[in-house]
């Protein structure tokens, strides 16, 4: 690369590094994506870079290959409904251990190009709040075990870290108020986390191509109201059916995202305008304050004004001559 082409394109890259200087990022990352070293390393690089120029990623990782991977090699079934894992207290073990290592090996890697990574789950803090996944309306559908959903976050966690120029490697684990511990999607926790920290973007990595409308083909553009119709569809493709509708309902979820924002934005307008106007305020009280202030050897007359009885200063007018200056007190201050 020439140094002409590099120079374009940090010509090109600059309006953005400008509007998303301090911004909040959440990346997730998953699928067989995580399984190709060389795609694996390149968003590492890019992930520490994002923190280098100022942005502020969040990164929450899947790993679902792995774990069917592990269990494999464990001889342990793999058993799924809907597009759902059902896990029992060894499908767990394994899932903490598929996911603890992938979380190590992500931390590493971007470590090694610069940034400052920390490895955490739910259980950290307890700042990720679970509850069991609801079961399905289905009167033959098995017991999901561990299988959980978001009931909160706890941010306090996260913008400690991001504060101090830390970068967060979130595995999908939550707690429960009881302490038991729950596999959690990590589309829709990366959905809910970009929500509670309000954050500027919302990116879903993966090697899933994306998610297909009703007529089959990918869909570059859709809004909540078509993944909603999408989820409420009682017919699925086989086909990536399952990760199209996680990624619809986590799009789903965070519909609210963008609305959030702009509300927000607007109240913090009306916050500052109103404080700005508060301050006004206070300025002229304070300046009319100073010209009501009797001065030593001013008369003060009274004056009602709209049935209240104010106090003033009258003007005080000062007359020139070419030798002497008279004062309102009736003293002479000879001029040089």
Not at 60 to 66: A, D, K, L, Q, S
Not at 180 to 185: E, G, L
Request: charged share 25%; net charge positive; glycine share 12%.
């Amino acid at each position: 690369m020439t140094p002409s082409q590099k120079a374009g394109i940090l010509a090109e890259a600059l309006p953005y590094l400008r509007a998303f200087n301090g911004k909040i990022l959440v990346i997730r990352f998953g699928g067989h994506a995580m399984a190709d070293p060389g795609l694996k390393a390149g968003f590492a690089r890019d992930v520490a870079l994002l923190r280098l120029v100022g942005m502020k990623p969040i990164v929450v990782h899947g790993g679902g290959w792995g774990i069917d991977e592990l269990m494999k090699q464990m001889g342990l079934p793999n058993k799924r409904y809907r597009g759902h894992r059902i896990i029992d207290e060894r499908t767990l073990n394994v899932i903490e251990m598929a996911l603890g290592e992938l979380n190590q090996e992500l931390t590493s890697l971007i470590n090694q190009h610069g940034g400052r990574a920390v490895g955490l789950d739910g259980q950290d803090g307890r700042f990720i709040h679970a509850r069991p996944m609801a079961a399905p309306d289905d009167p033959d559908a098995p017991d999901l075990g561990f299988l959980g959903d978001v009931e909160s976050i706890d941010t306090a966690l996260i913008e400690l870290l991001l504060s101090r120029h830390f970068v967060p490697v979130v595995m999908p684990i939550g707690v429960a108020a009881d302490g038991t511990t729950y596999h959690i999607n990590s589309d829709l926790l990366a959905g809910r986390l970009a929500r509670a920290l309000e954050a500027e973007k919302l990116v879903l990595m993966t090697n899933v191509a994306g998610v297909h409308g009703r007529d089959g083909k990918l869909a570059h553009i859709l809004t909540a109201g078509d993944a909603a119709k999408l989820l409420r569809r009682t017919h699925r493709p086989r086909r990536n059916g399952a990760a199209r509708d996680r990624r619809a309902a986590c799009g789903a979820r965070g519909r609210a995202l963008g609305a959030h924002h702009r509300r927000r934005r607007a109240e913090r307008a009306a916050a500052r305008s109103a404080d700005r106007r508060r301050r006004g305020d206070r300025a002229a009280l304070r300046h009319r304050s100073a010209l009501f202030r009797r001065q030593p050897g001013v008369p003060v007359r009274e004056m009602t004004a709209g049935g209240d009885t104010m106090r003033r200063r009258p003007s005080c007018a000062v007359t020139l001559s070419a030798s002497a200056s008279t004062i309102p007190d009736g003293r002479r201050s000879d001029r040089r």
